[in-house]
């Protein structure tokens, strides 16, 4: 048996992630590999960052899902500092396509992957297409593994492959990527009290690898620059805003503030992806910061003249359910991919 390397060369990586040369770590919802595996026998390994590991309760412990010819086997949230698992064990060959996905997000905490193997590791195809999603907890399927409105957050409830970002991109076969961040806004993160959170700002981190508590081995990712060369996004859907409100309901002259902002961020999002066709949406979570974004794309596109596409989702109503805090159920995460989805199609946003 042979530890290997989850390199670009072996395995298709999916979303943000970072190797060191002797793992794989996966940072963002959603992030992970694929690879098709041929062999007798596969044995996987995945590691808790350190800090993670000293916390004596598992709520901000990386959560990853693995499937094997696309059947979950393994959905958990990683405790100790290396896991293993079986999951080929053969007397004969076989083929078998391996994916590895993290279904919680970055802020706290990441997942070192590698594995150990008696065959060869091939990367899967690539669709032609990719989409990134930019966003908050909605995105990163807060919740939604959970159906008591009254839980705190916990990494066991979060899923961003039940998230409408992963729906949406497997619905439309396309790649995809998540920069999302549970309470991040744009101006203020989540407030209770209407007191400015500035502690969960998104915009200061999208050009970085990633924003997290934690360190990928002792590599601090908060301090890395993202290569928007390695994955080419065709398509950006921006879906971040619900947060800010909490904080612009109790002072007005903070929607004014808001819209500044989003501007700036639409030009650095352009700036990154300047092939890529934009779609600011909102909604899932109420629609109050509507006008504000539309009056913030207005001007971006008078300043470029680049059209950005405007979409809000239905907002939820408890018709199909609740995740933990209030969040969207499984059920509305797949409306609202239906919904994008269908207009991505109308408004050959693809094409």
């Known amino acids: 048996m042979n530890k290997i390397y989850l390199s670009k060369e072996i395995s298709k990586h999916i979303g943000r ?36 590991i000293k916390e004596d309760h598992f ?47 970055a802020a706290f905490s990441l997942c070192g992957v590698a594995v150990t193997a008696n065959g060869e590791l091939s990367p899967v195809p690539e669709y032609a297409k990719r989409i990134e999603f930019i966003g908050d907890s909605i995105t990163c399927g807060y919740g939604v593994d959970d159906s008591n409105t009254q839980s705190d957050f916990s990494a066991e409830a979060e899923n961003a492959l039940k998230s409408y970002a992963c729906i949406c991109a497997d619905m439309l076969e396309t790649e995809y990527s998540l920069f999302s961040y549970s309470g991040y806004g744009i101006i203020s993160g989540w407030t209770s009290d209407g007191v400015r ?17 934690k360190k990928a081995g002792q590599t601090d990712l908060n301090e890395m620059k993202w290569d928007f060369s390695s994955q080419h996004n065709d398509v950006i859907v921006l879906n971040i805003g619900t947060n800010d409100n909490s904080y612009c309901i109790h002072h ?3 929607y004014a503030e808001f819209e500044d902002e989003y501007v700036k961020l639409l030009h650095t999002v352009h700036k ?22 539309h009056k ?45 989805a269908e207009f991505i199609k109308e408004k050959h946003i693809l094409d």
């Open 296 to 340: 913030a794309v207005q001007r971006f596109t008078a300043e470029t003249g680049v059209n950005v596409y405007e979409f809000t989702f239905t907002p939820q109503n408890g018709w199909l359910g609740f995740g933990s805090n209030w969040h969207p159920s499984e059920d509305t995460h797949r409306y609202a991919a239906e919904e994008l």
């Open 252 to 254: 007005s002259e903070g």
């Open 197 to 213: 959170n500035t502690n969960e700002i998104l915009p200061p981190y999208y050009e970085k690898f990633c924003r997290s508590y």
């Open 17 to 52: 992630v970072y190797g060191d040369g002797s793992q794989l770590w996966l940072t963002q919802s959603g992030s992970g590999c694929e690879f098709t595996f041929s062999g007798t026998k596969l044995e996987l390994l995945l590691s808790c960052d350190d800090d993670s």
């Open 59 to 105: 709520r901000n412990k990386p959560r990853v899902a693995v499937k094997v010819n696309g059947k979950i086997r393994i959905k958990k949230v990683i405790e100790q500092k290396d896991e293993s698992f079986t999951l080929i064990d053969s007397e004969t060959p076989v083929t078998a396509k391996i994916s590895i996905i993290k279904l919680s997000e």
């Open 272 to 293: 990154c992806n300047p092939d890529a066709k934009i779609v600011s949406s909102i909604g899932i979570i109420g629609i109050t910061m509507n006008d504000s974004i």
